[in-house]
């Protein structure tokens, strides 16, 4: 409206003044929406223009006058003559559109067409250009709103299709079948695979709330990104890997938030690095983010004890902060002094719920938890999961402080837990500890049993006592720790006895450090077990006859194949997995996607937990995480060329993204990396499987298996040495080392008549093919009864197999070994099978082996001098 009032106004200030009757007419018009007037106006005058010419002389008197006409004023003309027209110097292009046909072709010819617009009226050009802006704006209004309406659909179509994503997810878990598997295949699961980068913020984080997200996997070889940042609230989750190759990250975050104890064990958490300049790695269970305190935890040099972090500390740790960790539990030991007056009886001064204001005393607090901490420290220096538990607890033993003292620092601790659980609302924390059971003086030692064997951890608690904080928690970890096994050693356990250690290691405080595994914590019978071996000086795992090995490997590398042959050869139990998991349904479904069982890693461990304890078992399987590490003795991880691989693969009807994620997964080494970083580096080797040769040759030379036996024979071998018990026991191994000389060789040949010159003639047994000069087989195998009887004076010598597996030559160190693999009594004396072993200068390799069966008059063992040994 605006619009046409400014229109109006400069018409008036324009048209002559002897055009006073159109300019009404045109004023009339413009009240209006002028296009529809122009319509309207011209209907009635089209029809008197056309009844009568004589209009047009009137016409012609007003034209005459006129040099410009304006649209408006042509709009009325729809008769002119041609007198008239000639007069007329110029005409606006609008007011010619309106002129009839034949007048046009007037104007046409006779009108300069620049000349019109020369002289185009100042109001016209306004006109034309509010016109033309007018155009401009709805163009522009018009794309807009495509532009909103492409944007709205776009919002709407993401809407959907994370509904469709949210459903589709939905019915997977009601399915069971999907969402709930390992990685089968060794190659990235991406459904459960949950990454997002953040370039710009140099950082990745990967976090998850999904249930079904079993692997979350962060990891960067991009320079700019110095934080990975991964962790979860899920219980569902069952391994964080974080992990860099980049040497400009300095911080890895990997961690449960919220965790029970329970799920927060089975939780595989790694986080590694390259990075020489790399200051912090945290894999522990601190607060989500938004309940950290500002600022950060300080960068935490060194593993906490029991921690799960996996490397090493390279210098020796920095003492906490104790003051200020100090101020913080005197602060917080105020909030709850019921707690502490439960304590009364011992020499401290409390307050009461009435005096909750009154500021306690806490000297004595202050001066325990400075020494325990400077206990802390010592023990944290220790490298952390071999941490000796004996020294360990002699570091803490010979602090002596008042017992009481202790009791107030670990209620203090505990009651700041229980005062601030009702504020975090976390129904696994909050279920712990009973406040009732908390206060009673009985109930304080089964409290005890809480560490470790409870479903919700005590880092659980400290996470939400100390807000993340992991520096904090760990160290308030460390305390009740040390706390417990000293209140223990000075009161409550006397260690008189193994079976009076086991309940002290139990039910005292020692399970972080001994990192039990979830099936130990469920069944501490087997803990227990690990406790005794530990005590006795051995190894896990050694007092098995026979060793363990896993096969694995990425599919079609010859798993099945290797494991059986290798099973046949030396008598061992095999078990391939996957059929075992289909055999006794050990899954949770089948997986359509990636057209596999969805295996149940829980049950197949508890299937499998007697077998392996008896040794002698073949493991067939291309996973090898979740396996307890304590099983193995041996992991042999096959591999295959990729060109080879793939052939099998699709021989096998592998196709797609299933094909792809496994050749990937063997390029990128994933199942050696993957056994590397699952058991002891020593016992992990990668075998070709290429053709036939490499599996008769794997399996032949036996080299897996007697590699790995031999390994920890020496490891037994030199731990008996160290056991006070004389009595032989299955899986002990006795051993000797010997040097062979030529004089050893001649006085053989003199005694057995062997001369055979390959013994003597170096040229002669080199164009045999031999490095040197032989020494006789049969002078190396006489190792075994010379140990056996050197141990067991008396002995009868019953049987003797040998395989000469490789050449003796003359200067050859050789170890002999032999191991009990079987023991029965039989009318006072005992019948012993052996297995018997020589390696070669140090190395792995096995020269001889067999078994022999001798006849003990006793077990008991003569301990042979020191260079004997
Ligand atoms: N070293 C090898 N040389 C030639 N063929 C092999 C070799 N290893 C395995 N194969 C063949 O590849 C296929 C897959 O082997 P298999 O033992 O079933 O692998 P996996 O158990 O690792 O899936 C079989 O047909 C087997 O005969």
């Known amino acids: 409206m605006n619009f046409c009032c400014f229109c109006f106004k400069k018409k008036k200030e324009t048209v002559p003044d002897g055009a006073k009757e159109p300019e009404v007419k045109i004023q009339q018009q413009d009240e209006g929406k002028r296009p529809i007037n122009i319509k309207k106006a011209s209907k009635p005058l089209n029809g008197d223009a056309s009844s009568s010419n004589g209009t047009a ?18 709009a009325q003309v729809n008769a002119i003559g041609v007198g008239a027209a000639e007069n007329v110097k110029a005409i606006g292009k609008g007011a010619f559109n309106l002129l009839p046909n034949n007048i046009k072709g007037y104007f046409g010819k006779k009108n300069d067409r620049k000349e019109p617009r020369a002289v185009k009226p100042q109001h016209w050009k306004e006109e034309e250009e509010m016109r033309q802006k007018r155009i401009r704006q709805e163009k522009e209004e018009e794309n807009r709103r495509q532009r909103d309406l ?29 969402g709930d598997r390992r990685n089968l295949n060794g190659g990235r699961n991406h459904r459960k695979f949950v990454e997002r980068h953040i370039h710009s913020n140099k950082c990745i984080c990967a976090s998850t709330r999904s249930r079904t997200t079993k692997y979350i996997h962060a990891s960067t070889t991009n320079r700019r990104n110095k934080y990975i940042n991964a962790y979860t609230r899920n219980l569902a989750t069952k391994y964080i890997n974080a992990r860099t190759r980049n040497f400009a990250t300095k911080y890895i975050y990997a961690k449960p938030i919220f965790i029970s104890k329970r799920k927060h064990d089975q939780l595989k958490i790694k986080g590694r690095t390259a990075a020489s300049s790399f200051m912090f790695l945290m894999a522990t269970a601190p607060l989500p983010l938004h309940s950290r305190p500002p600022p950060d935890p300080p960068p935490c040099k060194f593993p906490p004890l029991g921690s799960f972090s996996p490397i090493e500390p390279l210098e020796p740790p920095d003492p906490p902060d104790a003051p200020a960790l100090l101020r913080l539990l005197i602060n917080l030991s105020s909030v709850s002094p019921r707690a502490l007056a439960q304590t009364l ?18 000297s004595d607090i202050v001066t325990c938890l400075c020494t325990i901490i ?67 003086a009985i109930e304080y030692f089964q409290l005890g049993c809480a560490f470790g064997l409870e479903d919700c951890s005590t880092d659980d608690l400290f996470s939400v006592l100390f807000k993340g904080s992991a520096s904090w928690c760990h160290i308030a970890s460390a305390i009740v720790a040390s706390i417990t096994i000293v209140i223990s050693a000075l009161v409550a356990v006397p260690i008189t006895s193994t079976s009076s250690l086991i309940v002290f290691f139990v039910f ?5 450090l001994l990192k039990p595994s979830i099936v130990e914590i469920l069944r501490p019978k087997l803990l227990a077990k690990r406790i005794v071996s530990m005590a006795e000086g051995a190894n896990n795992g050694t007092r098995r006859p026979r060793p363990n090995l896993l096969i694995t490997g990425t599919p079609g590398t010859g798993k099945s194949t290797t494991a059986s042959a290798l099973a046949e050869a030396t008598n061992f139990r095999y078990i391939c997995v996957g059929d075992l998991v289909k055999e006794k349904t050990l899954h949770d479904g089948w997986d359509d996607q990636f057209e596999c069982h969805v295996i149940n890693e829980d049950l197949v461990c508890d299937e499998l937990e007697d077998i392996m304890e008896g040794g002698g078992v073949i493991v067939d399987y291309h996973g090898c995480d979740f396996f307890p590490e304590r099983w193995f003795d041996r992991v042999v991880v096959l591999q295959t060329e990729n ?13 797609g993204t299933k094909l792809a994620n496994n050749i990937e997964c063997e390029i990128f080494q994933v199942l050696l990396e993957e056994a590397r970083d699952s058991y002891q580096e020593e016992i992990v080797i990668a075998l070709q499987s290429d053709t036939i040769e490499d599996i008769s040759d794997n399996v032949a030379s036996e080299a897996m298996l007697a590699k790995t036996f031999l390994q ?8 008996l040495s160290s056991v006070t018990s004389s009595t032989l026991k299955v899986g002990d191994v006795l051993r000797e080392a010997r040097v062979y000389s030529s004089e050893d060789v001649k006085s053989y040949a003199e005694v057995s008549h062997d001369w055979n010159p390959l013994h003597f003639d170096q040229e002669l047994a080199r164009k045999a093919g031999f490095e040197n000069r032989l020494v006789h087989g049969m002078l190396v195998s006489s190792m075994f009864p010379r140990i056996i009887s050197s141990h067991f004076p008396g002995a009868v010598y019953v049987s003797q197999t040998l395989h000469f597996r490789s050449p003796v030559y003359v200067g050859d160190e050789i170890l002999g070994l032999v191991q009990a693999t079987a023991l029965r009594e039989t009318k006072n004396k005992y019948i012993v099978k052996f297995s018997t072993k020589c390696i070669k200068n140090h190395s792995e390799l096995v020269v001889l082996d067999g078994e022999a069966t001798a006849v003990l008059p006793s077990l008991e063992l003569l301990q042979p001098s020191s260079s004997e040994r």
């Open 57 to 74: 002389s009137q016409n012609y008197s007003f034209l005459e006058q006129a040099k410009g006409v304006g649209a408006g004023a042509a």
């Open 150 to 178: 492409a944007e709205e659909k776009r919002k709407q179509e993401k809407i959907r299709q994370e509904k469709e994503e949210e459903e589709r997810r939905k019915r997977a878990s009601e399915n069971n079948s999907v």
């Open 345 to 362: 009886d011992l020499d401290f001064p409390v307050s009461t719920s009435e005096t909750r204001s009154v500021p306690l005393h806490h």
């Open 374 to 440: 400077a206990k802390y420290v010592v023990a944290a220096r220790l490298p952390s999961p071999e941490t000796p538990l004996l020294a360990y607890i002699s570091l803490c033993g010979n602090f002596f402080p008042t017992i009481g003292s202790f009791m107030i620092v670990e209620s203090t601790l505990y009651s700041a837990i229980e005062c601030l659980l009702p504020a975090t609302s976390y129904s696994a924390i909050e279920c712990l500890f009973p406040v009732a059971s908390f206060y009673s």
């Open 508 to 512: 005292y405080g020692v399970i972080p």
């Open 643 to 655: 060109s080879v691989l793939y052939d099998r693969l699709t021989k096998r009807g592998y196709s």
């Open 712 to 719: 920890r024979n020496v490891l037994v071998s030199r731990c």
